[in-house]
């Protein structure tokens, strides 16, 4: 299901022995717009201490009473290394946490979330197809990590990036206004911006996936395609939910806007744009 990331605020959190709190914002992988960590707001619970929780301990979202459940009990999320608010997530303090839960580690495209694994897959720790526990293989994961492993897990925040200007090829227009999850595998698929900068404006979604979405430390959204392909695009009602038909809409359009460069496009796109060419 594609959802709005602003209306997962405020969601209950419902561990396997009651509530933990509530989902104050999101931690994704600028890189591979990958959801990392949910950060929740405990209350007065754990005396105001920030608890991250990691994909592979989510399960079902019931969005009807607005609560996420997740596969952990309060006593072991209330055991979890610690990290402080103002704190950046760093490698060292992520594996501490994999190693914690015994989950085998994301990065290097092995684990939880990373790669081609589906985020919730194992929710306790055993062996793979190899025969390795999750700690043996994490055992082995480090010795071959590389240093871009070992190094900033570049992580940033939906609050942080929500307000950023986007810069198309020939220009600035609108601003990111939000972002849709797909909270099936926890990635995050398009980019909602405002091009109200721009009279009349409207609201659109860019696929990162298809234009190269970057972010940079200037609080910009650079884009690779032009102002007017974004003001063209599809408008985007963000009062309903998004239909596969819009998607397809959606897929339609930005497979015709022909200066993506192909490397940018997902394996999704890339199969529409040869059927186009093949049938001309």
């Known amino acids: 299901m594609l959802i709005q990331v602003k209306d997962l605020h405020g969601n209950a959190l419902r561990a396997l022995d009651g509530e933990i709190g509530k989902i104050d914002e999101i931690l994704f992988d600028e890189e591979q717009w990958t959801v990392r960590y949910l950060i929740v707001d405990t209350g007065g619970w754990l005396d105001g201490r920030k608890v991250l929780i990691a994909p592979a301990a989510l399960g079902v979202l019931d969005w009807d009473l607005r609560v996420l459940n997740v596969n952990l009990t309060r006593d072991q999320i209330e055991k979890s290394p610690g990290i402080e608010t103002n ?7 992520e594996t501490e946490y994999y190693d914690y839960y015994a989950w085998p580690f994301y990065w290097g495209g092995m684990g939880l979330t990373g790669g ?4 919730g897959a194992v929710m306790v720790a ?6 390795m526990s999750p700690q043996a293989e994490n055992e082995r994961a480090r010795g071959h990590e590389s240093a871009r492993d070992r190094g900033d897990p570049h992580l940033r925040s939906t609050k942080e990036v929500s307000g950023y200007k986007i810069a198309a090829q020939d220009g600035h227009i609108g601003h990111v206004e939000d972002f849709i999850v797909d909270d099936t595998v926890w990635k995050l698929r398009f980019l909602a911006v405002d091009t109200r900068d721009w009279w009349p404006g409207k609201k659109v979604l860019l696929p990162h996936d298809w234009i190269g979405l970057t972010i940079w430390v200037d609080h ?7 102002c007017d392909q974004v003001r063209n695009a599809p408008e985007w009602d963000s009062g309903k939910p998004i239909s596969p038909q819009f998607e397809e809409e959606l897929l339609a359009y930005y497979t015709r806007q022909r200066r993506a460069p192909s490397e ?3 394996g999704r796109m890339t199969s529409a744009v040869e059927v186009e060419t093949s049938s001309r």
């Open 87 to 93: 704190e950046p997530v760093s490698r060292q303090w």
């Open 116 to 119: 081609t694994g589906v985020p």
């Open 126 to 131: 055993k062996e793979n197809e190899a025969g």
């Open 220 to 226: 910009t959204v650079t884009v690779d395609i032009t």
């Open 264 to 266: 940018m496009l997902s």
